[in-house]
């Protein structure tokens, strides 16, 4: 009895756990979903896994906009240990694919047809050298504006449609003794702000102009200073407590109806979703006022590192799952994104989903889709650190609008 219980113990020691199936197949997959929404919506992957027998090694990293992450990733990659798969965005996935880490998706790629249904925009950041080296999850975009109902049928300001619309509905809600504008202070949330403000404020040649072809001139011009100058105005509608704040608090307050709006990038709208308020109810999705027909997108891709024979299988089995047309529908009614497939219906999105998915689409044929600075779709990581640290120092108030504005084209010149 006594040596039978020993080997069993020292057969679970080495891994072969009563539960665990011996041979079932694994992924590890680095990530940064772990807010209510974003979590439940991972659970749609990891079932259907479970389904074909791969089982799935959670690796979280928290920290909105997935900086944490990308740092842990570091360090797991050059210790020559890395995951299956990341969670990833844009110009991150090019900087590893670069230095030759990423595996090859494209036999399993060829198969599923991939290049017909999946669009250039994201296809840019899927594939180098002409190969497939991450699998498209979703496509978020960041200028969206969330309003609590209840307060906004208060308050009685009529929909923004521009920049002093959206400051005439903040007074509104702050001659109504509600905190206009629920902000998080987080680099992430401040420059996905800024996503918006410069849209709003520039233009979609501005945007262009400034956060995709760098241009020094642009990054030092008085419409610049008017974004930053924007951006101080908008944080004196915040409440005193932004330090340490996380985006998914910002949203609970505006769910729980203590700040009238969120400025945050349909992410958020996972939030809304888990917490069970619907649009149109008990909430309202429109874009940040001055920016419709335009969209900052950000694509979150499951990067695919070089894996050893005995995990490649599983490898391909995760890529597979994930541009299941099925999953693509399922996982992003529940992420607050819209496919990253062109081919998916939107029958069941909800009316915020829905707009979504005929904004890209209409974006995408009319050339004003764009890609966001604040998550990685339109400048290298390090031009975007170099931006994030200007607007941070600006949000605390260690620098003026004056000052932000003679720092961000040198600062950009020097990470480029
Ligand atoms: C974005 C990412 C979203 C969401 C958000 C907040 O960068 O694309 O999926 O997770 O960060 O963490």
Known sequence: MRKTLLAMTSLVALGFGVNAAAAEEQVEVLHWWTSGGEAKALTVLKDNLQKEGVGWQDMPVAGGGGDAAMTVLRTRVTSGNPPTAAQMLGFDITSWAEQGALGDLTSIATKENWDKVIPAALQKFSKYDGKWIAAPV???????????????????????????????????????????????????????????????????????????????????????????????????????????????QATAMVIKGEAGVQAMGDWAKGEFRSASKKPGEDFVCLRFPGTQGMVTFNSDQFAMFKVGADRQDAQ??????????????????????????????????????????????????????????????????????????????????????????????EAVAAAQ
């Open 138 to 248: 979703n496509v978020h975009s960041t200028n969206w504006i969330w309003i609590n109902k209840a307060l906004y049928d208060k308050a009685g300001a009529p929909a923004p449609k521009d920049y002093d619309g959206f400051i005439a509905m903040l007074d509104k809600f702050k001659a109504a003794g509600v905190t206009p504008l629920a902000i998080a202070g987080q680099g992430m949330d401040e420059m996905t702000l800024l996503d918006s403000v410069t849209l709003s404020t520039g233009g979609l040649d501005f945007y262009k102009k400034a956060f995709v072809d760098l241009d020094q001139a642009s990054l030092g011009s008085d419409t610049m200073k008017k974004i930053f100058e924007r951006m101080v105005q908008l944080r004196g509608y915040a409440d005193a407590n932004i330090e340490g704040r996380n985006w998914d």
């Open 316 to 409: 391909y089995k995760l890529a597979a799952a994930v541009e299941d047309p099925k999953f693509q529908s399922a996982f992003n009614v529940v992420k607050g994104s819209v496919p990253a497939r062109t081919d998916v219906p939107d029958t069941d999105f909800d009316a915020c989903g829905k707009k979504g998915m005929k904004d890209l689409a209409e974006a995408n044929e009319k050339g004003t889709l764009v890609g966001s600075l604040a998550h990685g779709h339109a400048a290298p990581p390090a031009v975007k650190q170099a931006v994030t640290d200007v607007v941070v120092k600006l949000f605390s108030k260690q620098i003026t609008p004056e000052q932000a504005v003679k720092e961000l084209p």
